[in-house]
T-cell receptor, first 116, second 110 residues
Framework: NAGVTQTPKFQVLKTGQSMTLQCAQD?????MYWYRQDPGMGLRLIYY???????DKGEVPNGYNVSRLNKREFSLRLESAAPSQTSVYFC???????????????FGSGTQLSVL | DAKTTQPPSMDCAEGRAANLPCNHS???????VYWYRQIHSQGPQYIIH???NNETNEMASLIITEDRKSSTLILPHATLRDTAVYYC???????????FGAGTTVTVRA
């Protein structure tokens, strides 16, 4: 049982390049999330998907797009990378069982992205 | 989701109990208190959560005050491997837009 899997683990981009971060979960979870974490700071929500077929903006969505490909997969795309997007990106999922507030977040191991 | 306030850092001696405070004075009745921790730059890991009652699991204990305005995470016998950033968050029934603050950096010293 792999949990939440993110690829790649590391990536270096030049300004203006595009790339897609992949995330997949094998826990049959309904909700999935993308976060970014800058040095010394907490995690800020970029986008989330409450269920398959839906996506919504989080706290810091500018410069990103997402796709909920199916129930398992939720990808994050940078269309034109900027140095300000240098960060560690985490994907997470929640079970969606029972009341919304009684769910655990499961996180992937992160993608370290540098934009030069 | 209710805002939570945590001290930025604290030290703990190995083998002693670590008591991590969290204030959540604006918490609503349907919001749970959750604790996660992040070791190095790994993804955050769930520790424990509760609504009203105190909770205990194999990792920690959670003490929630009767008015639910604050809580304490207790690591009963801290080890060097407990050195991490600990996050306290309040999560309710409509909370999808959930972000984590800076948390408390706990350093366990030998």
């Amino acid at each position: 049982n792999a949990g939440v899997t993110q690829t790649p683990k590391f990536q270096v981009l030049k300004t203006g390049q595009s790339m897609t971060l992949q995330c997949a979960q094998d826990m049959n979870h309904n909700s999935m999330y993308w976060y970014r974490q800058d040095p010394g700071m907490g995690l800020r929500l970029i986008y989330y998907s409450a269920s398959e077929g839906t996506t919504d903006k989080g706290e810091v969505p500018n410069g990103y797009n997402v796709s909920r490909l199916n129930k398992r997969e939720f990808s994050l795309r940078l269309e034109s990378a900027a140095p300000s997007q240098t960060s560690v990106y985490f994907c997470a999922s929640t079970s969606g069982q029972g009341p919304r507030g009684n769910e655990k977040l499961f996180f992937g191991s992160g993608t370290q992205l540098s934009v030069l | 989701d209710a805002k939570t306030t945590q001290p930025p850092s604290m030290d703990c001696a190995e083998g002693r109990a670590a008591n991590l405070p969290c204030n959540h004075s604006t918490i609503s009745g349907n919001e749970y208190v959750y604790w996660y921790r992040q070791i190095h730059s790994q993804g955050p890991q769930y520790i424990i959560h509760g609504l009203k009652n105190n909770e205990t699991n194999e990792m920690a204990s959670l003490i929630i005050t009767e008015d639910r305005k604050s809580s304490t995470l207790i690591l009963p016998h801290a080890t060097l491997r407990d050195t991490a950033v600990y996050y306290c968050i309040a999560m309710g029934s409509n909370d999808y837009k959930l972000s984590f603050g800076a948390g408390t950096t706990v350093t366990v010293r030998a």
